[in-house]
């Protein structure tokens, strides 16, 4: 996109939002760059550059822009979509696998060479893996020191910064502003006055802004440790009801709940664990993060992203989706779905063999059982989530007799639960989506429905497909589809890349609880 630089002046000077994230416009004679919906006046054309990444516009020398602050901008729909190398590696890094790892690891996991690496990110974003991960730590930074009353020392280490030196350059030449500056610019509570206390503290904070997110969502409850509240935005329309309502619908106690107009539950992240509750609004998503270690915070956002779909372009997918007349009219009903993903890969597919052939309250049950046994108790003061999920290490080492399944459904989740434990079959948005298909074929009691449902909402795979699904099916013929797999296979062909919208399109025929937002004590 960012090379058709016809195309890319006429979305600046449209301020086309419906670009944010998918490409910044750097001014030559400013040296500031911007998102392409910024409000300031357009420059001129012949002023105008354009890059496709935020790394890349600070790695060419210029500095985000104060006004619209291009880093809050959505992720790139590009990178859901594509499957290859580069777009593995883009979703690696903003799980923060470079801070941990360094770009060795970030090599092992894509079966690559640093410099081969380096040449095809430098080649397709602009910037190379390290330049990624500082931007990004660049804005992780700026979220704590304008949210909470940490030293800004402290600051810079949970941000992930190597020194207090880098993290000082780093966050002057990104913002043109230190970061005492930052903090003294930031947003006060109503009431508040003086600039923020640089003391210790808790954590404990007041509303903001985040990589990924905009806009402030009002103070957070005061007294809770390592709590952010946060607005994550998203390109228009979104479609709640199918999104809140599946996460709702299937909802294990103890892990997950609906309270106050929100979705909660607990996190199993790479420091320690968390909480998050996430509500929907009219022009974005409220978040509030509960830490035990704020390190995780950029991680904690991009698994909301990914389970709530944020970075999906709607405009697209329903464009090609209806270009089916049959389809067309369920549509534009409500457009804007998205698919439910997950934050946690391997749980999802251990959920997944539990649903198999059972309702979703069995299910739920079955899935509750394993985390009162082998979950991790967590306190939760402000609800009623108690564990977190079991991980593989946990479940591989249960009785098969304890588990209330039929025998080959014991084999099935142990089999499983084994190969992720020993590193045999990995998940996650990250992986080869072929290879990983054809590992989970290869495991006893997999078929296309269990495969399918898991590189849809674990691989975050948006043409993963279920013509198989009964509500599919029955949506299908309903709408006057083919009702065979094989026929609804041949005429999804036109769906694509999307076909995994358009099951939560056919699924929104039915009137199962998946499909409505929920209410209190659902």
Known sequence: MHTDTERCVRAVQSKDARFDGVFFTAVRTTRIYCRPSCPA??????????HPSSASCQRAGFRACKRCRPDTTPGSPEW????????????LIQDGVV????????????GWSTRQIERQLLAELGAGPLALARAQRAQTAR?????????LGEIAFAAGFASIRTFNETVREVFALTPGELRTRAPRPTGATGAPRTTRATGTTRSMETPGTTGTTGPARAGTPGAISLRLPFRTPLEPSNLFGHLAATAVPGIEEWRDG????TLNLPYGHGIVALAPRP???ACRLSLTDLRDLTHAISRCRRLLDLDADPVAVD????????LAPVVDTAPGRRVPGTVDPAEFAVRAVLGQQVSTAAART??????????????????GLTHLFPGPEALAALDPETLALPRSRRTTLLTLVRALADGSLTLGPAEDREETRARLRALPGFGPWTTEIIAMRALGDPDAFLPGDLGVRRAAEGLGLPGTPAALTARAAHWRPWRAYAVQYLWATDDHPINLLPTEGH
């Open 99 to 110: 801070d941990r790892e360094g770009v060795p690891g970030l090599a092992r996991r894509l």
């Open 366 to 383: 079955h899935a509750a059982r394993l985390v009162t046994a082998h979950g991790t108790p967590v306190d939760d003061p402000e609800g």
């Open 262 to 265: 929100a979705y909660r539950r």
């Open 41 to 50: 006046h357009p420059p001129k054309p012949e002023n105008m550059e354009f």
């Open 319 to 326: 464009d090609r989706l209806r270009a089916d007349p049959l």
């Open 80 to 91: 859901n979509v594509r499957a290859d190398a580069v777009a593995r590696a883009v979703r």
């Open 143 to 151: 979220v704590l020191i304008e949210t909470t009353a940490m030293p």
């Open 283 to 285: 022009d974005h998503i």
